[in-house]
């Protein structure tokens, strides 16, 4: 009878225990799939739809007391924060996330590098140069000490997009070409259904399998690369090679992925680019443009970052008094999509004021420039002192201050631009040098 009773009692132990396995795996599930369904929302442009549902995802995650699976979605609700403008929450939430990382895990841990690492993509993509290079210079270190981490192309797939992108945002044309061989091998290697993954939920390498979608995404990654290559060789005036590579990417493009995706768009951009560079068929690359804005918008919608892009291009070469109406056309757009949006505190509609001051510049509206420029320089909610958008306002101002004839004003800003050039970019920057030149001949 003893038996027996200890038999059922040993049977309802294991299903319970079951029970809560089952239960802590669909939990997991849970939050994975609407984590890529926040990842899905975040290409396609809708950034405050993707940060609602992490946010939401978070909270559910929080009552199931998986707090390694919630200390993985602060990086992306930092993520969308950062598309969103809202930088003080970026900062806050990639914060919160590391510092609970070193807190439970240690300073040399795999997960705490990978925190690093994921901190200094966030950073190049907030455009803080100099940080993300220091938080990757200190991921390295750590990574260097789990030869394990080469079991997940992740990492070194990430240390070479973001030494690649550092080096593109210093003008360091060279040296992108020399590492774009690589991330290209390693992002075609990372187009596979299955692979070998940390998972910062688990704290331990898992077997994940991708489905069709998941696989385009990698695909898009690798058509940026391609496409990146013709960019550099236009940047460098290699007009010929860019031709080839932007071709070579198109082809691929076609074959592997949407004729109207954001790849194609983003390819047609570069080649648009490539056009106006070399002078020719202006009218033409002009209307191009236009249609390179249509394809975006169709895609990826009117406040997508590479949508923005290609607007501010549109309204950079319809900026002559020809071009009036559509000019109009386009900076009230601009204006009023990205204050609905971001709203009028955001540094993406700041981009849109720069713009009207750029069109006032060019009609010898000195004064009204003037006036829009400072109202931006002297809101660091709006121009971070740290964003890269902080040096454009600058030089603007600059050439504002020189047409005004307040030549003390304009060396004030030419001296702040070089601070912020090295704050941001560092000293082996090409436009560091290229201020330091002006202030050498001013």
């Not at 919630?70 to 993520?79: Q, R």
């Not at 803080?128 to 000490?145: P, R």
């Not at 075609?188 to 993954?197: A, P, S, Y």
Request: aromatic letters at 12%.
């Amino acid at each position: 009878m003893l038996q027996k009773r200890i038999l059922i009692f040993l049977k309802m132990l294991l299903l319970a225990l079951l029970m809560a396995i089952n239960t802590v795996y669909a939990q997991k599930k849970g939050y994975e799939q609407s984590l890529e369904i926040c990842e899905r929302y975040y290409e396609e442009g809708r950034y405050d739809k993707a940060l609602e549902l992490c946010l939401k995802t978070i909270e559910r995650t929080k009552k199931s007391n998986l707090k390694a699976a919630v200390n993985k979605l602060l990086i992306y609700k930092a993520k969308y924060y950062e598309a969103l403008g809202n930088y003080l929450n970026f900062e806050a939430s990639l914060f919160e996330c590391i510092e609970q990382r070193e807190k439970i895990y240690g300073k040399e841990s795999i997960i705490y590098a990978k925190g690093l690492l994921d901190a200094s993509h966030l950073y190049l993509l907030y455009t803080d140069i100099a940080t993300s290079e220091k938080y990757l210079e200190d991921a390295l270190k750590v990574i260097a000490n789990f030869p394990e981490t080469n079991q997940d192309s992740y990492f070194k797939e990430r240390t070479l997009y973001i030494k690649t992108m550092i080096a593109l945002a210093r003008g360091l044309y060279s040296e992108v070409e020399n590492k774009i061989p690589a991330l290209l091998d390693v992002r075609q290697k990372r187009i596979t259904e299955t692979e070998t993954q940390f998972d910062e939920a688990v704290n331990s390498f898992v077997s994940v399998d991708f489905n069709s979608f998941q696989q385009r995404r990698r695909k898009r990654a690798y058509a940026a690369i391609l496409t990146l290559k013709g960019e550099v060789s236009r940047k460098i005036g290699n007009y010929e090679q860019a031709e080839k590579d932007l071709v070579a990417a198109d082809t691929w493009i076609k074959e592997n992925l949407e004729n109207n995706g954001i790849s194609f768009v983003n390819n047609e951009y570069q080649q648009t680019l490539l056009l106006l560079d070399r002078g020719l068929k202006i009218d033409e690359a002009k209307k191009k443009l236009e249609k390179n804005l249509f394809l975006a918008e169709r895609r990826v919608g009117l406040v997508h970052r590479d949508f923005l892009k290609i607007h501010e291009s549109v309204i950079d070469y319809y900026i002559e008094d020809r071009y009036r109406r559509k000019s109009n056309v386009q900076h009230w757009e601009i204006n009023n999509n990205t204050s609905k949006y971001y709203g009028d505190e955001k540094t993406p509609h700041a981009v849109a004021i720069r713009l009207d001051a750029k069109r006032d510049f060019y009609i010898k509206d000195f004064e009204n420039a003037e006036k829009k420029l400072l109202a931006l320089y002297t809101n660091s909610t709006l121009v971070p002192s740290n964003h890269l958008e902080r040096t454009r306002v600058l030089k603007q101002l600059f050439d504002v201050s020189i047409a005004l004839d307040k030549y003390i004003e304009a060396q004030e800003y030419l001296d702040e631009l070089l601070a912020t050039q090295e704050q941001i970019l560092g000293t082996n920057a090409l436009d560091y040098h290229y201020t330091k030149i002006a202030l050498a001949t001013y």
